[in-house]
């Protein structure tokens, strides 16, 4: 007699968690390359076709670990933002969240060193576009409206910038013991902030930005 359909989705459900939190373990110690499917299986205490029933392959396995962590990223990002009432300190606050994902040994090694040859480039920007670029940009064009940042095309801008902040990721990631160049990468990044404000206006300074900024929300990914 088949067991009742309701039962079969739970353990379905728990063995590919268990999958995803054994993969996850494994290839934030280790890197993709260096762990085998059998030895996630073994970790999950399920058996090893149970892995390919359920997710194709190592590599469908690993995006949906890559996905989890990019998630995680999204909402540093948006709880970064929203301890900041100053727009300002928010869009600060907001490139510092991205780059935290260099500290974070676990999160540089699935989102910055293996993601991008395992996920490809390609996928993972399209992601980007849904979740962290979308949330970036959107700030970008609340700042340009209040006047707090200069008059330039906002999508443009967001991708050159956007783009900057990528590169320091990666740069950070490729040599994470390197804190003279972590503290040029973070100086440059906080100059070029500061250098997107516009001129005062007759010799006065800048208003205060908590005076004419609304604030915005983050949109986070369907999924």
Known sequence: MPKPRGKNAEKRKATRAAHLAAARDLFERHGYEAVATHAISAAAGVSH?????????KRDLFIAVHDGWQDALVARID??????????RRFAGIWRAYLSSTED???????????????????????????????????????????LIRPLDAHGLSVLL?????????????????????????????????????PPVDGRPDQPASTVMRTTSVRTQEV
């Open 162 to 198: 956007f783009g900057a902040l990528d590169q320091a990721a990666f740069e950070m990631a490729d040599f994470p013991g390197d804190a003279g160049l972590r503290a040029r990468l973070l100086a440059s990044r906080d100059a070029r902030r500061e250098a997107l404000r516009p």
């Open 79 to 88: 709880a970064a933002a929203a301890v900041e009432t100053d727009p300002w």
């Open 49 to 57: 076709g149970a892995l390919f029933d359920h997710f194709g392959s």
């Open 105 to 147: 040994p676990a999160m540089r090694q699935i989102l910055l060193l293996d993601g991008p040859h395992v996920v490809g480039l390609a996928q993972m920007r399209a992601r980007d576009r849904e979740t962290a670029f979308a949330f970036f940009r959107a700030e970008v064009e609340a700042l340009i409206a209040a006047g």
